[in-house]
């Protein structure tokens, strides 16, 4: 008997672990699994009385033997545990797999908020050379989405991030933390395109939604429009009760003009110096067709930024005049579009150090729309005057939307490093290496942090991977002081020295650190004003940088932060 109610146990458990994956995979409802339970329980009592009554003893069924009293009563109790045992189980097991689907449907929406994230569209076009214009109807209906209070949207660095790769939709959801995707594709021929929609639960594949739109080109604006509309009232059926304020498309009127903002917005993110210098010549282009587009002017007013500040020292002036030019247009030519306040707050504190200016114009944007893109320059200014724990809080904002954001991850690790957290510093290098293994910012970060816990053999051992030389000898000249090696030392602070009046990088901000670092103060200040002198970039991080922290109980640090208007508390 003890072997029939062991293998009728190993049975049960060998049904539940095939009844449920073959369940799930016909799709069938999950009160199938609670019938087999309640089944297999029932079963019990009938094999513990055949159990009892026969015995298989050569192949051939017997009645069982009368057993001695004493045995008897031990088999009696054992069974009488045995049942006490199941009886006891089973409610907790029936309830399980009876409530178990209606306490997670109950639970789910507590717990997973509704969140979309807006995948690249693919290119169907018959020359596949339509990429751009696929990206920018994709982006078009991610920043209307964005515009719907209550649901959060991965940002676009996470959502493209996945373009070209072979994942699948699950893995996807899951690293964007989110439940639920939009993919498509668009297939343009001549004057007409096409565009296909579909949105999809990420926890069981199954389509929510999906729709097609053929178009002529000249309607593509309308179609945009169209399409985030019918998205959000999918998503309101689907997964947000109440009413939805309409997903807004910014306006633009010239197809053509259209085409090139998208070319160009294409050519930019890719950052090379060639697709830099192709993206600025098509968005003038954009602009000159249609001098109302304010994207063509955001995205220029960008470009010409990005360009400046890494561009030799006598083009850094004209760049920035034509940036700023760019981002008065912008906002001219849409004053309730936040990109133009966030291009021209990121031009005010980055190039001519306007703090109150940019603060406003910060303020505005994120008033208009808090998008990952304002907030992430807004974390910069914050840095630049010194509130490193709203800078740090708010770029944790930007990774709770867009989480595989290399230049979020880059920036937090900055800030945590300025407040010396160290050991969260490390991990956000750490997650900004796994999305882009050759990003050229986090050695030299990781090689200041190793300087400030006092490991300067481990700071030499970054180098290499640093791509400025002015960097690179920034860090020997520090790291071989802290080791005792005067020549060494020496030999890098000599070199800097040289290129001072060259056109690469901040050189006299640079000297300046390393002063800073060595406890020479009065060779420290005699740089940093060497810096300001020359508008060198660099110096809107005095108020923070944690390589300055031997310096900051000098008055001149606080009449340099006076000459920069930076606070002073």
Known sequence: ?????????????????????????????????????????????????????????????????????????????????????????????????????????????????????????????????????????????????????????????????????????????????VTTLLEGSVRKAGERVRITAQLI?????????????????????????????????????????????????????????????????????????????????????????????????????????????????????????????????????DPDYAGGYAARGYLRSQFLWDWEGARSDFQRALGLSESEVSLHQYATWLQKVGRLQEAIATERKVLEVDPLNVYAWTNLAGYLTDHGEFDEARGALAQSLEITPDNTEAPQQLAEIELLEGHPAKALSLIEKMPLQVDRLVIVAMAQHDLGRAQEAGQALETLTAKADSAEGDVAWGLATVYAWRREPDNAFAWLERAYARHDLRLRWLKSDAMLRNIRSDPRYLELLKKMKLPLD
């Not at 178990?100 to 908020?113: G, H, I, K, Y």
């Not at 109440?242 to 930019?268: F, I, N, Q, T, Y």
């Not at 006598?314 to 940036?323: C, M, S, Y």
């Open 1 to 177: 008997m003890i072997r029939a109610l062991i293998g009728y146990g190993i049975a049960a458990f060998a049904v539940l672990q095939i009844v449920e994956p073959i369940m799930h995979g016909l799709h069938w409802p999950e009160a199938v699994l609670s019938y087999v339970v309640v089944a297999l329980a029932a079963g019990f009592p009938v094999v513990v009385s055949l159990a009892w009554i026969f015995d298989v003893n050569a192949g051939r069924i017997e009645r069982t033997a009368p057993l001695p009293a004493g045995r008897l009563r031990g088999m009696r109790l054992g069974l009488v545990l045995v049942g006490i045992g199941v009886l006891a189980a089973a409610p907790g097991t029936i309830w399980y797999f009876l409530v178990r689907p209606v306490a997670r449907s109950a639970t789910s929406p507590a717990t997973e908020p509704p969140s979309i994230a807006v995948l690249p569209f693919a290119d169907m076009s018959p020359g596949k050379d339509q990429e751009y214009f696929s990206d920018g109807i994709a982006e078009e209906i991610l920043n209307a989405l964005a515009q719907v209070e209550g649901l959060r949207v991965a940002g676009r660095t996470s959502s493209f991030y996945f373009k070209g790769k072979n994942e699948d939709l699950a893995s996807i959801a899951a690293k964007l933390h």
């Open 201 to 333: 639960n990420a926890a069981d594949g199954y389509h929510l939604w999906s729709k097609q739109y053929d178009r002529d080109l000249t309607d593509i604006f309308k179609v945009q429009g169209e399409l985030a509309t019918a998205v959000v009232e999918a998503l309101k059926v689907k997964l947000l009760p109440g009413s939805l304020p309409s997903a807004k498309v910014h306006a633009a009127r010239d197809p053509e003009a259209h085409r090139l903002v998208l070319l160009g917005r294409s050519l930019m993110l890719r950052q090379t110096a060639e697709s830099r210098r192709r993206a600025e010549a098509v968005l003038e282009r954009a602009v000159a067709l249609e001098p109302s587009n304010a994207q063509g002017w955001g995205w220029l007013a960008t470009l010409r930024g990005n360009s400046a500040l890494d561009a030799p020292r006598v083009e850094v002036q004209p760049r920035l005049r034509g940036a700023m030019e760019a981002a008065e247009k912008t906002i001219a030519a």
